[in-house]
């Protein structure tokens, strides 16, 4: 097969970035793009070399008010509404409320034992590995609470919240998330957090306004047009840029996890989210962990497994390239036997991380991943959709970038998209 010859749209978006930055002006996208009906016309008149250089240095001239940014974190000790008491490490914790916790307006019912005993419940909305969501009301106001399981301590008949580390640190992270990310542009892409609090008995919830449905249902429907996909990616990386202004790492970025709301998408579900420094980089205990241990979430939406990079914005930005392909082809991206997936990440070079090695295998790697995107996208994108694949393809390719360190940042794939329908889908 033919290998696609992309546009270097997306790359050539990262010249005009220059001129934001302080350098030389150049042409703006909308100049050096002839947008035509065809893919063989969407080329862009500027060189393979620049290109590849502007990309690389697309990241590097960073103004001081985001260098500001970027040096926020959120402290170990946020007062999230939940106050975590550590009786038996590892098997048993308590939890007690706090100044800023939150009580809903009904009585929930008995403790949840299991995904099973939540599916049985007539208030479950959705239930998970570790919890479940039931409706609730704060002040009259609807709301969803997330649950999570527990055990019947023989000793006492008290419930013991053994899973319930996710549902700490979920609050840790949304009450940072908005008393120091408020101001952000993509803080409106966070599902709405509206507080935490702990039960008469002990329970610890978490109270976030109620979305419509997930992306992963809507999907169920059948793909969605691409003038959806501009609007869903903006959303999800405008929410990702968000996170990284604090350097949190999400970890399970995938159709179940994102929310939608009208029009609009919300990141959800923080239970596995970390950060290298702060309160995402310690565990329930408060114990900071390495690096190997903060590796969490859904394993086959990370690089290669996740064996071969440590917790990154830049794996976030890799399983939201993976979520966007399910928007194009839900069919194929979340069918049971994950045949496409499997095959997309297959190593050929056992157990090498990328950086050792050669440059003839990074190549063959390279070209391999984008041998896969081809394929995938002459098969979704199908009639007049067709004379969109060339740009796709840029774009694609610099999200699935094998090396981490280069590979596209939310806030350039966010303004990509923008620009992809200023210039494109508006024809």
């Not at 919830?205 to 501009?230: M, R, V, Y």
């Amino acid at each position: 097969m033919d290998k696609i010859k992309g546009s270097g749209f997306f790359l050539n978006l990262f010249k005009s970035r220059e001129a934001d930055n302080g350098k030389t002006e150049s042409p703006s996208p909308a100049q050096n793009i002839s947008v035509a009906e065809s893919a063989k016309e969407l080329q862009a008149d500027v060189s393979d070399t620049f290109l590849q250089k502007s990309f690389r240095q697309r990241s590097v001239e960073l103004t001081d008010d985001v260098q500001t940014l970027k040096a926020r974190t959120i402290g170990k000790n946020i007062d999230s509404g939940i106050q975590v008491k550590v009786i038996v490490p590892g098997i048993k914790v308590e939890f007690k409320g706090t100044n800023s916790s939150v009580q809903c307006d009904d009585d929930l019912g008995d403790p949840v034992t299991c995904k099973e005993d939540a599916e049985r419940s007539s208030v479950c909305l959705a239930s998970g590995s570790n919890g479940c969501v039931v409706d609730c009301k704060i002040i009259g106001e609807p709301l969803i609470a997330k649950r999570s399981y527990c055990f019947i301590d023989p000793d006492d008949n008290k419930p013991i919240y053994s899973d319930a580390n996710g549902i700490i640190r979920e609050a840790g992270v949304l009450t940072g998330l908005v008393k120091l990310a408020s101001d952000h542009p993509g803080f409106i892409n966070i599902v709405p957090f509206k507080g935490a609090g702990v039960t008469t008995s002990g329970e610890p919830l978490i109270f976030l306004e109620k979305a419509d449905t997930s992306l992963e249902n809507q999907l169920s429907k059948g793909p969605l047009s691409l003038h959806q996909f501009a609007d869903l990616g903006r959303d999800l990386f405008s929410g990702l840029d968000c996170m990284e202004s604090l350097n949190l790492v999400h970890q399970d970025i995938k159709p179940a996890n994102l929310l939608l709301k009208g029009k609009s998408l919300w990141i959800a579900d923080f239970g596995e989210t970390t950060s290298k420094t702060g309160f995402a980089s310690s565990g329930i205990d408060g114990m900071v962990l390495a690096d190997n241990e903060r590796v969490a979430g859904t394993r086959e939406i990370k690089p290669f497994h996740a064996n071969f990079e440590p917790p990154l914005p830049a794996s976030d930005i890799w399983a939201a390239g993976l979520t966007l392909l399910s928007v194009l082809n839900p069919e194929k991206m979340l069918d049971s036997d994950r045949k496409f997936l499997d095959e997309f990440h297959s190593f050929p070079f056992e157990t090498l991380p990328y950086h050792q090695l050669s440059t003839e295998q990074q190549h063959q790697l390279r070209e391999q991943i984008h041998q896969h995107l081809d394929r995938f996208l002459e098969e979704s994108l199908t009639g007049s959709d067709a004379r969109f694949i060339p740009a796709m393809a840029d774009f694609l390719y610099q999200i699935f970038e094998l090396d981490g360190t280069q590979r596209l940042s939310a806030h350039d794939a966010e303004r990509a998209l923008k620009m992809y329908q200023k210039t494109i889908l508006r024809h």
